[in-house]
């Protein structure tokens, strides 16, 4: 199962570092991303990450903003949230998808396991 952590509530231009963990079962060779869905909206793609860490990819809101890693030592994926801005809140998933990486990027709506969502909020 993949458990995400580190939400809360910030202000903007605060930063925020969330993690995914990964237990029960190994993840290897799986793109792993970021999601988030704000009330009344549809969930959307923040990042990805492949298996080794060589390839990332983010969502447009988001870039020259957030950063994604992973240490596959501890199964973890992380997201690092700076400049936050309101309308960055939302529950954020982690996901791991086990399609190839042009695929990922292709679609990343689809991976094969989400994680329960952490709340970030960001008051103005």
């Known amino acids: 199962q993949l458990q995400a952590s580190g939400g809360g509530l910030v202000q903007a231009g605060d930063s925020l570092r969330l993690s995914c963990a990964a237990s029960?079962?190994?993840?290897?060779?799986?793109?792993m991303g970021w999601f988030r869905q704000a009330p009344g909206k549809e969930r959307e793609f923040v990042a990805a990450?492949?298996?080794?860490?060589?390839?990332?990819y983010f969502a447009d809101s988001v870039k020259g903003r957030f950063t994604i890693s992973g240490d596959n030592a501890k199964n973890t994926v992380y997201l690092q949230m700076t400049s936050l801005k309101p309308e960055d809140t939302a529950v954020y998933y982690c996901?791991?998808?086990?399609?190839?990486?042009?695929?990922?990027?292709?679609?990343?709506?689809?991976?094969?396991?989400w994680g329960q969502g952490t709340q970030v909020t960001v008051s103005s």
């Open positions: 029960g079962r190994t993840f290897l060779g799986y793109a």
């Open positions: 996901a791991a998808d086990g399609r190839p990486w042009y695929s990922v990027i292709a679609s990343p709506i689809k991976p094969d396991y």
């Open positions: 990450i492949n298996w080794s860490g060589s390839s990332i």
